[in-house]
């Protein structure tokens, strides 16, 4: 579940860690109520959306204008900024042409800036540890460093047992070039980013940009918090700043019925149980060819409603123009996974090619039901065998 910069920041600052003072608003009123509060001669007026890069974003219908993150020097131009914000469309390189509308914005007193960084604490699961990334290029997209200069990020890892000690704080010190207050400031603040981290189950901390202020102090000028879902149980409170408005319905309607959905761009809609069966589906249709449309597990107890539920997300998505199952029965019996497809095919009225692929605990008795069942249901034998079907059906189509 991501969270909004605004809420990032209150939980950090919880923490600990140094954060520029804010508040968010969701009228232009509140916004200049806001700017009031702070006091001061400047101020930054954030737009509030899921997706990064809003300060280089456009409005749509004012293209080539002032983006989702602006300077203001006065009361007016707070006004004008929140009003020109609020209620219209942003359209980011991370949001797509569709953009997302802003319903709130974030006004915050404008600080001093030296130097910028980047910062993230996020879960690498080939080490099972959490890992410390930063780099000397801050305010940029991690992804454009990653690519263009690989050497200019640094990483170190995090061992849960021990946490974070003082030398990690070192040697970010020493990468980041850090002297004086900045230079005692990072084990403090990397300590609260740890144990902001770990208090709150989050899957991704990002500070972009960390900046060193003209005070030669650090500061979270930006802020990006993900959390893990799995844990979400846990935290009740953290539960409510979810922001249903800047999800996907598609991928909203699904977790509501307690399905793994994701939107994806091709034509191959997915159907499996378990997420590294899922992954393995879709690599495989773009194997042979094909480009799948969604991510969809069932999880390992599926019922034949939900099973029905999953169908019916899937072929909302107008892109769909075939559809896989890959079912291995463990939990899940495969005669139950076969009487929720035909009921699926009987109530939607499917008429999109569908490939089935069964395994597992009682499969002979699941493909008989399909087999006799008098629909046009094509039975694969693995998972190679089912994407080569799906893909050529589809391509038949084209």
């Not at 999109?352 to 395994?359: A, D, K, Q, T």
């Amino acid at each position: 579940m991501n969270l909004h910069e605004y809420q990032s920041k209150e939980i950090l600052a919880r923490f600990g860690v140094s954060v520029p003072r804010g508040y968010p608003a969701e009228t232009v009123e509140e916004a200049e109520l806001s700017a009031e509060k702070l006091g001061g001669t400047g101020w930054v007026v954030k737009s509030q959306i899921h997706a990064g890069g809003r300060g280089a974003g456009y409005f749509k219908g004012r293209e080539g204008k002032e983006g989702g993150v602006r300077l203001c020097h006065s009361r007016e131009a707070v006004k004008e900024a929140a009003s020109s914000m609020l209620g219209n469309i942003l359209v980011t390189k991370q949001t797509g042409l569709e953009g997302k509308r802003v319903r709130k914005v974030y006004v915050e007193e404008l600080g001093s800036m030296d130097r910028e960084f980047y910062l993230s604490m996020l879960v690498d699961r080939v080490t099972s540890r959490l890992v410390v990334i930063a780099s000397k290029e801050g305010g940029m997209s991690i992804e454009e460093v990653a690519a263009e200069n690989p050497a200019a990020l640094f990483r170190c890892g995090v061992d849960c047992a021990t946490g974070i000690m003082p030398n990690h704080a070192r040697k970010l010190v020493f990468a980041l070039g850090l002297e004086g207050d900045a230079a005692k400031d990072m084990y403090p603040f990397l300590k609260g980013l740890y144990e902001a981290f770990m208090g709150i189950d989050a899957s991704l901390v990002e500070i972009n940009p960390l900046v060193v202020t003209k005070e030669n102090r650090l500061k979270a000028m930006d802020a990006k918090v993900s959390l893990d879902d799995n844990a979400l149980s846990r935290h009740k409170d953290l539960l409510l700043l979810r922001d249903e408005e800047e999800e996907n319905p598609k991928e909203r309607e699904a977790s509501d019925e307690e399905l793994n959905y994701i939107k994806l761009d091709g034509s191959i809609g997915c159907m499996v149980n378990g997420a590294g069966l899922a992954m393995a589906t879709m690599d495989t249709i773009k194997l042979y060819g094909g480009e799948p449309a969604n991510f969809l597990d069932v999880g390992g107890g599926a019922t034949k409603e939900r099973v029905a539920k999953a169908f019916e997300i899937i072929l909302s998505d107008e892109d769909v123009r075939g559809i896989l199952v890959n079912i291995f029965g463990g939990i899940m019996r495969c005669d139950i996974i076969a009487e929720g497809i035909l009921a699926a095919v009987s109530k939607l009225e499917i008429e999109v090619p569908l490939v089935v692929r069964l395994e597992g605990t009682n499969v002979d008795k699941g493909r008989k039901i399909l087999r006799d069942s008098g629909l046009r249901i094509f039975s694969a034998d693995d998972l190679g065998d089912a994407s080569r079907k799906i893909v050529a059906e589809v391509e038949a189509l084209s």
